[in-house]
């Protein structure tokens, strides 16, 4: 199996502008995590989504997050517009039942 | 509230020699999973090693193993023969079955192994 694949690597933006970062999960996993790394807060749980569903949300920053998941096998967090403070490392994480999660290789976003 | 802390920030060890990284955590469940994942310097995050509270035996990965106190919350990494590419961040991790799948994170040791 090839893991969590996210998509792109680095991204670098304006402020102001849309971001979309996107993964690919485990085939067969059925929960879905988006996660963000800082230097200031760790790592911090996003949105978990259970069947495609979204499950919790508490940790989505404001209103310029958004997060989706058509079908089992894609997911994308967007952010619009996007600001300087959102810089991060932004990870997507898999999982069955059994509890553990596999990271993606995660995105790196700067926001100018 | 859930927690996970690591007391250490930074720790370094010799080539082939053993370490041990620390870590304490606080729940009031009774059923969780234990994990201990790797960020080397690529980022990307790998499970090293994971611990059903359920289950008194240490749980053991080739060179890593654990030593998990329930009572006292502790669930600490030892890392023997350690090797250059163990030079990481470690984090260690919990997840209870009522808060679903969500992992809680402590804020990371970082470990470098010298040659």
């Known amino acids: 199996d090839a893991g969590v694949i996210q998509s792109p690597r680095h991204e670098v933006t304006e402020m102001g502008q849309e971001v979309t970062l996107r993964c690919k999960p485990i085939s067969g996993h059925n929960s879905l995590f988006w996660y963000r790394q800082t230097m200031m807060r760790g790592l911090e749980l996003l949105i978990y989504f259970n069947n495609n569903v979204p499950i919790d949300d508490s940790g989505m920053p404001e209103d310029r997050f958004s997060a989706k998941m058509p079908n089992a096998s894609f997911s994308t967090l967007k952010i619009q517009p996007s600001e300087p403070r959102d810089s991060a490392v932004y990870f997507c994480a898999s999982a069955r039942d059994e509890n553990i999660q596999y990271f993606g290789a995660g995105t790196r976003l700067s926001v100018l | 509230a859930q927690t996970v802390t690591q007391s250490q920030p930074e720790m370094s060890v010799q080539e082939a020699e053993t370490v041990t990284l620390s870590c304490t955590y606080d729940t009031s469940e009774s059923n969780y999973y234990l994990f201990w994942y790797k960020q080397p310097p690529s980022r990307q995050m790998i499970l090293v090693i994971r611990?059903?509270?359920?289950?008194?035996q240490n749980a053991t990965e080739n060179r890593f193993s654990v030593n998990f106190q329930k009572a006292a919350k502790s669930f600490s990494l030892k890392i023997s023969d350690s090797q250059l590419g163990d030079t990481a961040m470690y984090f260690c991790?919990?997840?209870?079955?009522?808060?679903?799948?969500?992992?809680?994170f402590g804020g990371g040791t970082r470990l470098m192994v010298k040659p």
């Open positions: 611990q059903e509270a359920y289950k008194q």
């Open positions: 991790a919990f997840i209870t079955n009522n808060a679903g799948n969500m992992l809680t």
